[in-house]
């Protein structure tokens, strides 16, 4: 690759130094170009003092040759003196820039009046050492813009495909929502199967919204990749860096005062037809429970929460388990909910990593398929709404010592409970309005 604008003038820099340091001298930068394995490096002129007239029969240390020797004669050839030395009647040294035992180029300085003395050398042997650090930096810096647009080509066919992909999956969801809304209107509120396509609505409505959210993000990474890098915009990228890229929905949440009840609803309906395929029991509070205050949330954040949590609790508790929703628990200024169920329950060494993305723990030694992306996604939007998340594992702690149950315990399932001996409780607390 050729030298960057940059390493020119900073080689440039070092021959203007010299000269004000020792006068009339003659100075020429040498990088090598050709560095793959087996091929010789061939010598190109960067920078040269004095700019007038055609230095390189003089300076150029390989004049005859054009070339250096081979990459694995290049040490030997320095210290041989094969291209060190004096010629025409000047006083010629020849410096490698070396960093790191790779040659990255040559400085040659030639003074016709008298000879280097050793401080002199000493000198140039630093300024040789600081060209050389440059010279690496200068690679190093074209390798990560070669690897960098690779990256951004690859995000760019990326981004094609996910744009493809998304708008293909919109018309088989419309279908799917309009289907259902034209069943719904052939069944009565009192049929059995109402509820059941009046989920099959709602659910595909939640889809639609979050494949607004997905195109959105791609939208923001199109951005981004179609900026270009400039030194001005620096600053900004290295402010962006120390920030999360999205958030967890792909958007900025909207938070606004709502009633537990009104959240939640739609989304015990579908658990309570989803345990009966399942072959799970579940349990939940009245809706009065989860209404009584008001709450500051996003509506689809915490429903996602919730889904999560039910989910896992679906996948890993086993065939006619307790799942439940409690609600009504307060603590200062927050409302929660609990949902949990009364399975095998989480080691204590697990707990600690439960909201890490990725982490499965014991259960990735499981047949059970999973991302490890569920409650590290519940984590990251429950904090975003100013809320927090406990686990208990198990369920009923055997060093409860209070009078009453936990509070996070259906009543009418404490017994059945607690004589298990396991299960796992989440927990949920967000900000409530007083």
């Known amino acids: 690759m050729p030298a960057s604008t940059e390493l020119v003038d900073i080689c440039q820099a070092h021959l203007d130094l010299l000269r004000r340091t020792f006068g009339e001298v003659s100075s020429v930068i040498y990088l090598t170009l050709g560095m793959e394995p087996g091929a010789e490096p061939m010598l190109v002129p960067v920078a040269q003092i004095p700019d007038a007239g055609d230095l390189s029969d003089i300076l150029n240390p390989m004049a005859q040759q054009g070339t250096l020797p081979a990459s694995g004669r290049v040490m030997d050839a320095f210290s041989s003196g094969e291209i060190v030395g004096t010629g025409l009647g000047l006083e010629r040294l020849v410096l490698p ?118 195109d959105s993000a791609v939208d923001i990474g199109d951005a981004d990749l179609a900026q270009t890098v400039t030194p001005q915009l620096l600053p900004q990228i290295a402010e962006a860096t120390t920030k999360p890229l999205l958030p967890a929905l792909g958007r900025s949440l909207e938070i ?44 689809q954040a915490l429903q996602e929460v919730a889904a999560n949590l039910l989910d896992n609790a679906f996948k890993y508790a086993p065939s006619e388990s307790w799942i439940w929703l409690v609600g009504g628990l307060t603590k200062e200024n927050y409302l929660g909910i609990a949902i949990g169920d009364n399975g095998p329950g989480i080691p204590s060494e697990d707990q600690v990593h439960l909201f890490e993305r990725h982490y499965r723990g014991i259960q990735a030694q499981s047949s059970i398929a999973g991302t490890g992306l569920g409650l590290a996604i519940a984590k990251d939007l429950i904090t975003q709404m100013g809320g927090t998340i406990e686990v208990f594992s198990p369920a009923y702690p055997t060093d409860w010592s209070h009078p009453s149950s936990p509070p996070w315990l259906p009543i009418d399932l404490n017994h059945e409970i607690a004589s298990r001996c396991g299960g796992t409780v989440f927990v949920v607390w967000v900000p409530t309005t007083e």
């Open 256 to 299: 606004s005062p709502q009633f537990l009840g009104d959240i939640l609803y739609p989304l015990i309906t579908v658990t309570v037809a989803a345990a009966e395929e399942r072959h799970r029991q579940f349990w939940h509070s009245p809706i009065s429970d989860f209404s009584e205050h008001l709450v500051l949330v996003d509506t």
């Open 97 to 214: 820039l070396i960093h790191q035992e790779i040659v990255l180029g040559v400085l040659v300085v030639l003074r016709p009046d008298h000879p280097w003395q050793p401080s002199e050398h000493q000198y140039l042997q630093t300024m040789s050492t600081s060209l050389a650090t440059s010279c690496f930096l200068e690679r190093q810096n074209q390798w990560l813009k070669s690897r960098l647009q690779a990256k951004q080509a690859l995000q760019g066919e990326q981004s094609d495909v996910f744009h493809n992909l998304l708008h293909q999956f919109r018309n088989p969801l419309t279908a799917i929502g309009t289907f259902g809304k034209l069943l719904l209107r052939r069944l009565s509120q009192d049929d059995p199967n109402y509820r059941l396509v009046d989920g099959i609505v709602r659910e595909s409505q939640h889809l639609k919204e979050l494949v607004a959210d997905f």
